[in-house]
């Protein structure tokens, strides 16, 4: 689905766009007028964590489940555990930041590497911490199944470096082979906020 045909929350139709039209994330950094969409602006990601703003609109998250699109790897560990019955515990620290279930469910449809199996990143992520954003590297698939997951909550970490997130007690699981399956749960969200928002 080409991305200008996917709903777009109010919130990211306010987002600098690209030169293509995409909007750029409230956690990228902009480097000689160009978003670096393989990398997290520590300051950006600061104020994500501190200020509880969604990492894709900028807006504020009010208190109560945060949600982010996960990889293959992620996607598996969670699956794996709810087939258990297990609880799934997130104990692996993420560059990451959280955000609103509308704007995430808007990024996994809009953002070609986390929307297809197949899509390959274009670009790589020159300075990779720890390893933490090893697979930000030009060429490289996602693979697999991703999924939109809430949490109950996160936890974050503030070096002079780097942001750490870490997620809290899983609410909600969206797996996805390709984000396109989200369409009507992405419309179904936007539809409950212009009801909230109409009942204010």
Known sequence: MRFELVPMPDEVGERPRDERGYPVP????????QPQFALTDHGRSADCALERTCSVCGGFMPRGPVWRVVGPSESAAIAEALAAGRPYRNGAPTLEGPGHRACMLYAAMVCPYLA????????????????????????AARGGTGAVVGFGDYEYAVTETRVLFRFLDLVEFLPHESADEHLAELRAELARAARGAGAE
């Open 26 to 33: 409230a956690i990228t950094p902009w480097q000689d007028g």
């Open 116 to 139: 297809r199996p197949n899509a390959r990143r274009k670009v790589t992520a020159a300075e990779a911490p720890d390893g933490l954003t090893a697979a930000a590297v030009r060429g």
